[in-house]
């Protein structure tokens, strides 16, 4: 998908209808930044942002809904990189089903807000009584394929990631989808997982 080209009305007329048509459909809003329905705006920082940006409006351009857990072969999923006050340290989950460390985050559940699908998790995942946004972009988009799990196929989700705060001398609480919490320091960041959907954390931030 061109990003360059506005689409048509249609295809955005729901997130219009409730932005009182200030938002414009997902195009370019200028170089190098794109308006994504029911997000925002998100910066395109490399080929890897603008090819996932295209993904994503592609898939909210479908006729079935992207945001239930059900919508398949892929949907819209929201997750965050919860760092700590002096940013310097980010908030990381061992998942249980994965196997592997990632940033809190999960299912819209049909919810189509994914900022506030993204802080729900969060809560959630962590335990934390008080989290708040540090930027109202959306930060990253990161798709990434599933393994197939009882009766659900092998699918994709196409996760829109924020960027939070939290206090790490806060107690945090298990929950049954986790192996783990950790504050994980960014210069050790490698050292728990050399997936680029992680490590491009450090990279973003250091633009």
Known sequence: MNLDTPRSENICAEWEKLRGGQLPAPCALSEGWVSIPYVGRYQLQSTRDRDNASAVLELLSQRFD??????????????????????????????????????????????????????RECYEESGLKCIVGLQQDLFDIDIHDIPASGSMPQHTHYDLRFLLQADDSAPLKLTSESKALHWVGLEQLPSYSDRPSVLVLTRKLSI
Request: with cysteine.
């Open 66 to 119: 992207p945001f239930g857990r059900d919508s398949l072969p892929g949907h819209i999923t929201a997750s965050a990189f919860i760092l700590n006050p002096r940013r310097d340290a980010v908030l990381l989950t061992h998942h249980a089903k994965l196997d592997c460390w990632l940033p809190l985050g999960g299912h819209c559940d049909g919810i189509r807000d994914p900022r506030f699908s993204a802080l």
